[in-house]
C-alpha cells in the first residue's frame, strides 16, 4: 500500500502558475496509475489528469487540457501537476489517487484559489 500528500496549493491571481506536488510512501509505486481530481463545495469529485503507472502516457480532462501538465518520478515517488494560466473556475480542492488492481490511496488534497 502506499500513503499520499499533496501539497503546492495556494492563492493565485487568474493567469498564474502553480505546482501541485503528490508524494508517496510505501512500495511498489511505480506500478500504480495516479489521478488528480478535484472538488468544488457541493459539487462531485472531478477526473482533472492521470498519468500512467511508467508515466508513458497522460489524460485530461476538457476543462484543463492546454493549461495543465501531469508529470512523475517514480525514482522519487513523486508526482506533479503542473498547472498555468489559471481561472478562477479553477478553485478547489486538488486531491491524488494512486491506483491498482489491488490498491486505492487518495491524498488529504490542497486547496487551490484562484481569485483576484
Known amino acids: 500500500q502506499v500513503h499520499l500528500v499533496e501539497s503546492g496549493g495556494g492563492t493565485v491571481q487568474p493567469g498564474g502558475s502553480l505546482r501541485l506536488s503528490c508524494a508517496a510512501s510505501?512500495?511498489?509505486?511505480?506500478?500504480?496509475?495516479v489521478t488528480w481530481y478535484r472538488q468544488r463545495p457541493g459539487e462531485e469529485r472531478e477526473l482533472v489528469a492521470q498519468?500512467?503507472?511508467?508515466?508513458?502516457?497522460?489524460l485530461y480532462s476538457d476543462p484543463v487540457r492546454g493549461r495543465f501538465t501531469v508529470s512523475r518520478d517514480n525514482t522519487k515517488n513523486m508526482v506533479w501537476l503542473q498547472m498555468v494560466n489559471l481561472k478562477p473556475e479553477d478553485t478547489a480542492v486538488y486531491l491524488c489517487?494512486?491506483?491498482?488492481?489491488?490498491?486505492?490511496?487518495w491524498g488529504q488534497g490542497t486547496q487551490v484559489t484562484v481569485s483576484s
Open positions: 489517487q494512486a491506483r491498482t488492481d489491488l490498491d486505492n490511496a
Open positions: 510505501g512500495f511498489g509505486f511505480s506500478d500504480y496509475t
Open positions: 498519468i500512467s503507472a511508467v508515466g508513458r502516457s497522460t
